[in-house]
């Protein structure tokens, strides 16, 4: 049997700073647990554009789309900042999210002990939270037509056009579904179906879709109330389902409850692949902190657990998954904090090499 595939692209800034931590978690578990990857390695963004003069060669988008999964680090820098738009370096990751047709965003929103007073809420509003906020990430207002910036007598008029068909909405539901049924099977879907019949439309369509999922309790919520509901009592919820505007503000929100952007995982994911995995792309919440790249203090956590959504999601290795987050939990619990973790209540202080190290000794502590 062949190994699964990972494509992993480091991209630019800190990127390759917190992926080489990634690369030694990674021959870890093959060499300790037997799960051997065949890893490629490849180039995004500022860096490609460095090489080939566009910031995702279409060798490498090829690439992408035969793996299992992709891992990438991050993308940008100033010195890309005067590049015609067509080049800039985040057009190479929204190349891959739109070729890839990654129409679901998975965004965990999870509190480890040892930082929850990191977070602007109460302690104990937050402690031990654990949702995942899964937004859609390729229609709705922000690719629905028409569009633009009109003259309409004598002003002018800015359109945007938020559209959703029922195989859109049905897809990202079921992806949602699925998610909820590896979880606390409990699915809260958001939306304003008391304002807008697109909002009429997701509710109708999420409560068919639930039928095949007679396991999992759902509930509505409209998406302002969810906002309120996320920040008083963020712990009623397991997952929630939403579209691409109002995900891309309750992630933020929820997100941050949490604390640091060092800590802040995603997954992409589209349809399912001939051999069941669905196209995966994962990568941290965070850019490439060009003010910090270089100097080794960059936190490798996000992009660590990245990898731990990919061994969960599109590998099935919950178990090994869980093992990962539990060796960061208790590093932090250790009091181990890269600069950007370090609280008034003080921890010893690692660089990125250093908390990638500690993670692997309690790795293999956990044998
Ligand atoms: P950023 O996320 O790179 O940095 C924001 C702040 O958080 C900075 O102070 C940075 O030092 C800190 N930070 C970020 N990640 C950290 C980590 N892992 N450890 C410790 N501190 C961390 O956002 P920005 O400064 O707005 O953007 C910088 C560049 O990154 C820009 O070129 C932007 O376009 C790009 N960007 C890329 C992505 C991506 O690749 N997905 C996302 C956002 C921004």
Request: glycine fraction near 10%; charge should be negative.
């Amino acid at each position: 049997m062949t190994n699964p595939s990972l494509l992993i692209l480091p991209g630019d800034g800190i990127g390759p700073e917190v992926m080489a931590e990634v690369r030694k978690i990674i021959d870890w578990f093959g060499a300790k647990r037997g799960l051997a990857f065949d890893v490629s390695e490849d180039l995004v963004g500022g860096c490609a554009y460095d090489k080939h003069g566009t910031p995702l060669h279409d060798d490498t988008m090829a690439k992408a789309q035969e793996v299992d999964a992709v891992l990438l680090g991050a993308v940008g820098g100033p010195q890309y900042d005067n590049l015609d738009f067509s080049v800039k370096p985040e057009r190479g990751l929204l190349r891959l999210r739109k070729e890839m047709d990654l129409f679901s965003n998975l965004r965990p929103a999870q509190c480890f002990d040892a930082l929850s007073d990191f977070s602007s809420l109460k302690k104990d509003v937050v402690a031990g939270l654990d949702i995942m906020i899964v937004r859609e990430l390729t229609s709705g207002v922000y690719f629905g037509e028409p569009r633009g910036i009109f003259k309409e007598g004598n002003e002018r008029v800015g359109i945007n056009t938020q559209r959703y068909t029922e195989s859109e909405i049905a897809r990202v539901a079921r992806s949602a579904f699925d998610l909820a049924m590896k979880r606390g099977k409990k699915l809260c879907s958001m939306e304003k179906a008391n304002v807008m019949e697109s909002g009429i439309l997701w509710r109708e369509v999420v409560t068919e879709v639930s039928k095949e999922y007679p396991e999992v309790e759902l509930s509505h919520m409209y998406a302002d109330a969810g906002a309120m509901q996320l920040t008083r009592w963020p712990k009623q919820f397991d997952v929630i389902v939403t579209d691409n505007l109002f995900g891309d503000l309750l992630s933020d929100l929820a997100a941050m409850l949490t604390g640091s952007l060092g800590m802040l995982p995603s997954a992409s994911l589209g349809a399912p692949m001939a051999n069941g995995r669905p196209k995966a792309l994962y990568e941290p919440v965070h850019g490439s902190a060009p003010d910090i790249a270089g100097q080794g203090k960059a936190n490798p956590i996000a992009c660590i657990l990245s990898f731990a959504m990919a061994l969960r999601y599109s590998f099935d290795q919950g178990e090994d998954a869980a093992r990962l987050e539990a060796a960061i939990e208790k590093v932090l619990a250790d009091g181990l904090r890269t600069a950007d973790l370090m609280g008034p209540e003080g921890g010893t202080p690692v660089s990125t090499s250093g908390m990638g190290d500690a993670i692997l000794a309690a790795l293999d502590a956990s044998l």
